[in-house]
């Protein structure tokens, strides 16, 4: 079957780095997705990988290995408002998005 | 901002009720979606539709009929719902015809309690 791994949740300091990790196990691979939701609010797109390596977005970054089935998102300089769920998402050889549980995160003063 | 917009955000309903979600897109996109959203779960995936045909339906439960009269409006018609299908349901839009590589735009979504 096909799977998405994401913690659950997890905790950082405003002004810290936090990595959210993702991993997938799909049939076939056409680029991977990270989303940001607020609670009671639309998820937003973030990134969206394709090919190896690391894409840079102001303070966010998304990193993709296709090889090890594996992707980050790293968040830099964290503000309160980045208390979020982070949504992974992997486009499967049928174009259909797979998604992940997500992963809420808690930013504390 | 996302330019989809849901209606009503907030929705309360008997089993026995029948009950319409709206969603609409302002973004000029040819394939729309309705998502399911349980807490701590993946988003389920229900229904695409694509240029106003529908090209996936994920096994939904019959108590859910989706309704696309044109690219820009998307409904999903409720009727003898369970208290299980108590959950936050969303509406995306993409560019692309389904099947493509793009990004989905997610409206706010209709929060659902089923009595």
């Known amino acids: 079957g096909q799977n998405i791994d994401q913690p659950t949740e997890m905790t950082a300091t405003e002004g810290a780095i936090v990595q959210i990790n993702c991993t997938y196990q799909?049939?076939?691979?056409?680029?991977l997705f990270w989303y940001q939701q607020h609670a009671g609010e639309a998820p937003t797109f973030l990134s969206y990988n394709v090919l190896d390596g690391l894409e840079e977005k102001g303070r966010f970054s998304s990193f993709l290995s296709r090889s090890k089935g594996y992707s980050y998102l790293l968040l830099k300089e964290l503000q309160m408002k980045d208390s979020a769920s982070y949504l992974c998402?992997?486009?499967?050889?049928?174009?259909?998005?797979?998604w992940g549980a997500g992963t809420k995160l808690i930013i504390k003063p | 901002e996302t330019g989809v917009t849901q209606t009503p955000r907030h929705l309360v309903m008997g089993m026995t009720n029948k009950k319409s979600l709206k969603c609409e897109q302002h973004l000029g996109h040819n394939a729309m979606y309705w998502y399911k959203q349980s807490a701590k779960k993946p988003l389920e995936l229900m229904f695409v539709?694509?240029?106003?045909?529908?090209?996936e339906n994920n096994s939904v439960p019959s108590r859910f009929s989706p309704e696309c009269p044109n690219s820009s409006h998307l409904f999903l018609h409720l009727h003898t719902l369970q208290p299980e299908d108590s959950a936050l349901y969303l509406c995306?839009?993409?560019?692309?015809?389904?099947?493509?590589?793009?990004?989905?735009?997610f409206g706010p979504g209709t929060r659902l309690t089923v009595l």
């Open positions: 998402a992997v486009l499967d050889s049928n174009y259909q998005l797979i």
């Open positions: 799909t049939s076939g691979f056409n680029g």
């Open positions: 995306a839009s993409s560019q692309a015809l389904a099947g493509g590589a793009d990004t989905q735009y």
């Open positions: 539709y694509s240029l106003e045909e529908r090209v």
